[in-house]
């Protein structure tokens, strides 16, 4: 029965953080990009946050919650832009935006790009990390848990038999 319990707690734990931000970005080719927001699991990512930000200057050049349906359809910036999906702490999806049709009127440096799409990875190293690292301690904390039964219960039963000497 107790490694029944363990095991429905791994499991458990597990899939608590068994879930990733997934962003789709379609070029409509009339100068609009769909933005499609959605979790692993299946889950709408409704009040989501999507951002356009520039990769010339860094500002915020368009800003919305997902609506109801979880996709929005976004004017192409006539700059060189990446495209952030925040859906909450460790949820952040950033993708590098589609070209308007007669192409870009700036553009960033390919250092400066390359600089803010590599701290974005960085932040999906880390989030990825964590969620391995919680794995292994609730792991842990089952084994220690199924370990820690199963001695007492033969320490149990070994003062039981000296008792009944």
């Known amino acids: 029965m107790k490694i029944k319990s363990i095991l429905v707690f791994l499991l458990l734990s597990i899939s608590?953080?068994?879930?990733?931000?997934?962003?789709?970005v379609i070029d409509n080719e009339d100068n609009t990009i769909t933005v499609v927001g959605a979790f692993?699991?299946?889950?709408?990512?409704?009040?989501?946050?999507?951002?356009l930000e520039s990769?010339?200057?860094?500002?915020?050049?368009f800003q919305k919650r997902l609506p109801e349906e979880s996709e929005l359809t976004i004017e192409i910036p006539k700059e060189q832009y990446q495209v952030v999906l925040d859906g909450g702490p460790g949820h952040t999806v950033v993708k590098e935006g589609f070209a308007p049709l007669e192409g870009f009127a700036k553009k960033a440096s390919m250092e400066t790009s390359s600089k803010k799409l590599s701290q974005n990875q960085q932040g999906t190293i880390v989030n990825t990390s964590v969620i391995v690292l919680f794995s292994i301690a609730f792991i842990l904390l089952a084994l220690t848990?199924?370990?820690s039964a199963r001695?007492?219960?033969?320490?149990?039963?070994?003062?039981k038999s000296k008792n009944l000497h």
Do not use: R, W
Request: neutral net charge.
């Open 55 to 61: 990769l010339v200057s860094g500002e915020v050049l």
């Open 145 to 147: 848990l199924y370990f």
């Open 16 to 24: 608590l953080n068994a879930h990733t931000l997934l962003m789709d």
């Open 151 to 159: 001695n007492t219960k033969m320490l149990t039963a070994q003062i």
């Open 40 to 51: 692993s699991t299946g889950e709408k990512t409704v009040g989501a946050l999507v951002k």
